[in-house]
């Protein structure tokens, strides 16, 4: 084979790895439309898995453990791996059965293509809840070492804690650009600019030309000029990594500067960063999304702007050195090192945990519940859809927090304690591991989340019986013990406790004033165009606070990088390609955890583990009532997306503009055919919410 029959070969494999992505695509979507179908079908009061196991080109067992309820008379029911019946106590701590077979704790690193972690999203895609096909394995969740080698972990890392910074960060020349329409403004000036392509050699070019002293940072409000290309690749991710990675005369891909060590490109489907700095001297400049902040619905470049400038004068009121940084999660971590004590017992800073606990909790504590629950478990006509999304969410679960060296909870030692003992310490700051079974004659929604197929996926058991093993936070495990339906059978079989702490409280207080304050000013204002200018600015406050928590989790880094095509071969070994055209090829690899600093993974785990049980019963002391999804009739509940429920009738619960009130956001009558996707939910979502606006206008 000679060099061109060589490339020939290559371009030809290129091609053919895209059509196995589509395929692969398309695969796993008809085989996830089979398994509703067999769903369906089990509804029928008379289906037999022996007729729909060779409809499907599956076998009997396949559609059993599909539906169990379909299982033949015929076949043996072992239940010798089912647990026995509720004691004394529903807390069990089985001392003589061994946790699951021990395995290395890091979880397999998460697409983030950055040398930084990703922010969380504020709301991601809504799990159907479904039994897992018979072909998707639960992943098994990682366990803590038996003996030394596992109580080793119980540690701080080497050298490494958050402390307070002795410096104060320097403001960034930025500019708002609407790619869509050219408009510019910087401070208090408005151009209109020539994008030609809109390309980012396009902007960089056009924006340097109208500004000669040279900006630092461009907000994109509209036009997503990273999607411009998005129908020449099968993924938009695969789009924006072009976009980022096109050559710009004179610039190249930024490699960090001073304290910032913010360097490469940030893959990211919707809201990318590009990083570039003059080949030939000390200009550096970042692309970046506006939406990473809030979202527009329209909104003028010169509006944004005046949100931004809102923003900082209400930080500045409770930090006088604040400075507002690319990104919300950046900011909230910066603002945050600013509220660390300079005296007591805090003053040295709070150290962080071994590198394995991180990954322990990278891998064990996911973040928000997002489920879809669908037919038979709710009607296929519903009489209405309503949605109530808590505000603020996540502001009310701030005020504990664990700190301290944690200790190891063996099942051993939790079975020696005293019920009180025990209870004592599920409701502190703890993630335990347990063995979790659904009792007999429950008819409502999971409680407790269990690991599914996929990367970090999870779904919420619900049917009796049920029998799975799981690490959850210390407000599920007693949400799931005292819930007003009916108690849980929980048995520990390894923790994790912390002290209690207020690492965050004073952090969170000061956002919170701010949110108030910016929230009142958007009601009040009079100018309509201040009046949104405010309104944005509060929920950038509340994206400080979601982003902000959310970079304390710490995920392993993916890097990205670009070779020259005439170079492949100094790709590394260890990276995926990403994109590619005729100049360069993108790739990203995973480095494993950074050293860094201002890692609480625990702190993260702990807000999220609230925040899900709250959406199941949170108290409201002043009103003496209660609201969530278990006070709600069985059948009611239609889905959960991040600190939003879905239902198909009101209720009538407290909202006093606090952190963690029910507000209602939508409401949208009946009947109506109930959701079987992501995409007919959120289309129900927003007809609800414009049926409700009409409504209260009217």
């Not at 098994?140 to 701080?156: N, V």
């Not at 100049?583 to 807000?607: C, M, S, V, Y």
């Not at 583990?609 to 609201?627: K, P, V």
């Amino acid at each position: 084979m000679d060099a061109q029959s060589y490339s020939t070969a290559l371009a030809d494999l290129r091609t053919l790895r895209d059509q196995i992505k589509k395929t692969r695509a398309a695969l796993a979507k008809q085989e996830a439309d089979r398994d509703k179908l067999i769903i369906q079908l089990a509804s029928y009061e008379k289906a037999k898995a022996e007729r729909i196991a060779p409809a499907a080109g599956l076998g009997v067992a396949d559609v059993v453990t599909l539906v169990p309820a379909l299982a033949p008379d015929s076949l043996a029911v072992d239940n010798a791996s089912q647990p026995q019946r509720l004691g004394p106590s529903a807390v069990q701590a089985t001392a003589e059965s061994a946790p699951p077979p021990p395995q290395h704790a890091t979880a397999p690193a998460t697409a983030t293509a950055s040398a930084r972690s990703a922010p969380p999203p504020a709301a991601t895609e809504a799990a159907v809840s479904e039994p897992p096909a018979a072909h998707q394995a639960p992943r098994s969740l990682p366990s803590i070492p038996a003996g030394t080698s596992g109580d080793a972990w119980f540690s701080h890392a080497s050298g490494l804690a958050s402390t307070r910074p002795n410096f104060t960060q320097q403001a960034r020349s930025t500019v708002f650009l609407d790619t869509g329409t050219g408009v510019l403004v910087h401070r208090d000036q408005t151009r209109h600019l020539d994008l030609a392509s809109r390309s980012a050699a396009d902007i960089v070019t056009a924006v340097f030309h109208a500004i000669p002293e040279g900006v630092e940072r461009i907000y994109i409000t509209a036009g997503d000029p990273w999607h411009r290309e998005s129908a020449r690749y099968p993924y938009l991710r695969d789009a924006v990594a072009a976009w980022l990675s096109a050559p710009i005369p004179g610039w190249r891909t930024d490699t960090g500067r001073g304290r910032d060590r913010m360097a490469g490109h940030f893959v990211h489907a919707r809201h990318p960063v590009g990083r570039y700095q003059r080949e030939h001297g000390d200009n550096h400049v970042e692309i970046r999304s506006v939406g990473e902040w809030f979202d527009l619905d329209g909104d003028a470049p010169h509006t944004v702007r005046d949100a931004f400038v809102l923003l900082w004068q209400a930080l500045r009121r409770h930090w006088s050195d604040a400075v507002l940084m690319g990104s919300p999660s950046q900011t909230g971590r910066d603002l945050w090192t600013r509220t660390i004590p300079t005296r007591g017992q805090h003053a040295d800073g709070f150290p962080v945990l071994s590198e394995e606990l991180r990954g322990l909790l990278h891998a064990t504590a996911g973040q928000g519940r997002n489920e879809l629950i669908i037919p038979p478990r709710v009607p296929e006509q519903l009489p209405g859809l309503v949605e109530y999304d808590r505000t603020f969410a996540y502001a009310k679960h701030t005020w504990k927090s664990p700190v301290g060296t944690p200790r190891r909870i063996t099942a051993a030692t939790f079975a020696s304690w005293s019920q009180k003992e025990q209870m004592r310490a599920l409701y502190g700051c703890g993630h335990w591991q347990v063995r979790v079974t659904v009792p007999d004659g429950w008819n409502h929604v999971g409680l407790l989340p269990a690991p599914a197929p996929g990367d970090r996926a999870w779904h919420y058991p619900a049917t009796p019986g049920t029998t799975f093993t799981t690490w959850a936070g210390g407000p599920e495990i007693h949400t799931a013990l005292t819930n007003p339906t009916q108690p849980w059978k929980i048995e520990i079989l390894d923790g994790i406790l912390w002290e209690d702490g207020k690492p965050l409280d004073d952090w969170a207080k000061k956002l919170k004033e701010a949110w108030t304050n910016l929230s009142a000013q958007a009601h009040f204002q009079g100018n309509p165009e201040q009046a949104r200018a405010a309104h944005l600015a509060s929920r950038a406050v509340r994206s400080i606070l979601l982003y902000g928590i959310g970079s304390f989790a710490q995920r392993p880094r993916m890097v990205t990088g670009t070779t020259p095509r005439t170079l492949e071969r100094d790709v590394p070994s260890d990276a995926e390609i990403i994109g590619f055209n005729d100049e360069l090829i993108t790739w990203q690899k995973p480095t494993g955890f950074a050293r860094d600093p201002n890692a609480h993974p625990e702190w993260a785990a702990a807000i999220w583990s609230a925040a899900r049980a709250a959406l199941l019963t949170q108290r409201h002391r002043d009103d003496d009532t209660y609201a969530g999804a278990l006070h709600t009739p069985p059948g009611t509940v239609i889905a959960f997306r991040t600190d939003a429920l879905y239902l198909t009738q009101p209720h009538n619960w407290p909202h006093h503009h606090q952190p963690g009130d029910y507000l209602l956001r939508g409401h949208l009558d009946g009947p109506l055919t109930a959701p079987t996707t992501e995409e007919e939910l959120l289309t129900l979502r927003d007809a609800g919410r414009a049926a409700l606006i009409t409504g209260q206008e009217a």
